[in-house]
């Protein structure tokens, strides 16, 4: 194992990291969304359309992120307005999601990246830190969009524990009623971070087509959605410690090419479904030893209307 | 408040209620549960909207839609259900719903806490978890979050119902205080003893409407008791002599440790003689849930020994005490949680817990229909057929559906949690009449309460639970509610009966 390694690591969980920072403001708001890995496919074909058409990297990934942004508009509606059951709901995006994206993508099969796409999100060493051993090679001589990762990793952090609105949006998750008793405006809080998420979820999708690939390939996210809610559980629902969860299996996404290199035979199979399996081993660690910190917002899934009794 | 009505589909809730609260005073409104006090007053704090009539609030006709809106109005309220958030500081608690600042600034939000604090006489620290807090400092965040907000008029819905005597007390004080800096306060509630104590005009609600509006010195319990329930009363309790002195159920050395590996239950001995009602105070999550489900056996992880009729039952499963015919009654705190199955119909919850032993694989009606029937009558249950969903009973009629299956089953053990809670008065005394019944028939009875002056006036002996523990029994008889208020935050008696 070389730097190189990681560094590979931290570009493969960049989509991840994106996609669960999404699900972790989303849940901060109390609403459970399960369409991650339809709103990222969404944006990961949206992006890659709109980069075919206008050749321009930042109206791509714009595209990306209004259409996962309107992806969870549509769950928001049918979820905080009309109080449908949230689980249905998010399935029911992932599986739209899945469909739209096959069908958008039916003449995409075998385009590539333009260039000059590939080009804005290439390797941008940062001045000063690049030079730092071994963490530089590994953190700081990345893609724009990995550095964009870790900004909006601290800002949501920040957001959350050092502002007023951040505190009044973690109140609605944990008991949306005394945030309303406290007058705080629970449906206008929800769309807005339910949106919020939904425009990382489509980020996360179009770093995918764009940037990972970078062609168009069927199913680009290959259950990379689902392991993102599952860990939102895994980083206790803090974004700081959504850094150290998107990496670690960025590196065992990657983890079956580098072992190719030496001589001993695993089955590629076997390799493949590591960050499924260690998905569903971390999901049985955690439920089993149920810490007091580290809860969901206690008011995770639930519907709310004022005047029920 | 002019004219106010509200309805919720068929039934109304409020009708045409009118009353006005004046600067600096203490305005009770009291009321049975059902009589529509709650639903009022969420209209003033912005939670439901009023169908017809008008709000006035200095003098200025409002529109409350929201929450917001009544807090921008300077109405706060302390909702008897705490709007805490349990992982949050009380610095967070009370800081949330501002916006007028985008940073969180810790340092300013403390200074005014504290400046309030000082101001009012409360103590807090502001960094503990609410988690972590007694009931009594919950309150005491509420009010400050609500002082905080530079509400002047403060509604508190039934403040006391989950403090000991020594917390209320304490709580008087701090409303005192509060009225005499100008403060009104509207204090809801149905226990006549604080409106006679703090409140200088009292408003008497029933069935939605305002009976009448009465200074507190001018009025007496009696007068009150009246306009609440509609008719004379008898506000007595029985309490039947205890005849023998043969023990029922005897509990040695129980402890329990959950889940998280706390101990709730930490060696427990008693003993329960028949024909007896053993009653048991303490705060709200002293070990007394546990101790319940323990005796029934749905609390598995116990160590210990109960003994009931010359048995341990301590290992056995509700369902192999039952088959083995010991049987013990329980009338759990979460009646439609825990009792009964809240859209089954009557029948259907009457014969569940027999229902495997008949033959066949259809299930015959027929004897739970003549349960059902009996037990109606029994009891007196208000309801439109014996196929009626129990949830669709109120409150009142669904504990008899619960309370007359259990003693139908000629139970020699009867546990109750909380029997009475949320029951108006006619109801409450006709359970405690029940129990006298059952008592009177040699069953004995472990009664778990949290009105003092019931469990001093029902109850044979009392026994008080803290933290799990078994601070001391008293004597019914001779112990005051002082006494049993300082035992319940900890403190030995001086005099422990066995």
Known sequence: MDASFFTAAVVAGTPLLYAILGEVITEKAGNLNLGVEGMMLIGAVVGFKVALITQNPWLSLGGAMIAGGIAALIYALLTVSLRANQVVTGLTLTIFGTGFSSFMGKNLMGEVVPDNIKLAFADFPLPLLSHIPVLGQVFFNQGILVYGGYIATILAGLYLYNTQIGLNLRAVGENTAAADAAGIKVSLYKYIHIIIGGVLCGLAGAYLSLVYIPSWQENVTAGRGWIAVALVIFCKWNPYRVLVGAFLFGGLDIIGFRLQKYSFYISQYLIDMLPYLVTIIILIVVSARKSISGLPPANLGDSYFREER | ?498
């Not at chain 2, 408040?1 to 600096?24: C, E």
């Not at chain 2, 009626?388 to 007359?404: A, E, M, R």
Request: hydrophobic letters at 40%; aromatic letters at 6%; a negative charge.
């Open chain 2, 1 to 498: 408040m002019v004219n106010i009505s509200k309805s919720f589909g068929d039934v109304k809730a409020n009708d045409k209620i009118s009353f006005s609260v004046k600067y600096g005073e203490i305005f009770a409104l009291l009321g049975e549960n059902g009589a529509g006090k709650s639903t009022l007053v969420n209209m003033l704090s912005g939670v439901y909207s009023p169908d017809i009539g008008e709000i006035y609030v200095h003098g200025q006709k409002l529109r409350l839609s929201s929450p917001a809106d009544s807090i921008a109005a300077g109405i706060g309220m302390i909702h008897q259900h705490f709007k805490l958030i349990e992982v949050m500081t009380a610095l967070e608690n009370i800081a949330i719903g501002q916006e007028h600042s985008f940073i969180l600034n810790k340092k300013n939000i403390r200074k005014k806490i504290d400046d309030i604090c000082s101001k009012y006489g409360f103590k807090i620290d502001p960094e503990k978890l609410v988690r972590d807090m007694s009931v009594g400092e919950k309150q005491t965040v509420e009010i400050l979050k609500v002082l905080y907000r530079g509400a002047d008029i403060l509604i508190l819905d039934e403040p006391t119902a989950v403090l000991t005597p020594q917390e209320s007390e304490r709580l008087f004080d701090i409303l005192i205080r509060m009225k005499e800096q100008g403060c009104s306060i509207i204090l809801i509630t149905h226990k006549l003893q604080e409106v006679m104590e703090i409140s200088d005009r009292v408003c008497v609600l029933r069935h939605g409407r305002v009976i009448d509006t009465v200074n507190t010195k001018e009025t007496t319990p009696m007068e009150l008791t009246s306009m609440m329930v509609g008719k004379k009363v008898t506000l007595s309790i029985e309490r039947p002599p205890v005849k023998s002195q043969e023990v029922v159920l005897e509990v040695r050395n129980l402890s329990l440790i959950d889940r998280e590996g706390i101990k709730k239950l930490d060696d427990v001995s008693f003993k329960v003689y028949s024909g007896e009602i053993l009653g048991i105070a303490g705060i709200a999550g002293s070990g007394q849930k546990e101790l319940c489900e323990s005796i029934q056996g749905i609390e598995r992880r116990k160590r210990g020994e109960i003994i009931f009729k010359g048995e341990n039952i301590a290992r056995l499963t509700p369902r192999a005490i039952f088959e083995k015919g010991l049987r013990i009654s329980f009338i759990p705190e979460d009646r439609l949680g825990m009792g009964l199955v809240p859209t089954m119909s009557i029948v259907d919850n009457v014969i569940l817990k027999d229902y495997y032993m008949q033959n066949g694989i259809f299930l015959d009606r027929t004897v739970g229909e003549k349960r059902a029937e009996h037990i109606i009558k029994m009891l007196n249950v208000q309801t439109p057929d014996i196929y009626h969903p129990v949830n669709k009973l109120s409150g009142g009629n669904i504990q008899k559906i619960l309370l007359g299956r259990e003693i139908d089953s000629n139970p020699d053990f009867l546990v109750t949690a909380y029997p009475t809670r949320g029951l108006d008065i006619g109801s409450a005394h006709l359970i405690y009449d029940e129990l006298n019944r059952q008592k009177e028939k040699g069953i004995g009875i472990l009664y778990v309460g949290e009105d003092l002056n019931i469990l001093l006036s029902l109850c044979d002996r009392i026994m008080v639970m803290f933290e799990g523990k078994i601070i001391g029994t008293v004597n019914a008889e001779d112990a005051t509610k002082e006494e049993i208020g300082l035992m319940m935050l900890g403190e030995k008696a001086t005099e422990v009966l066995q």
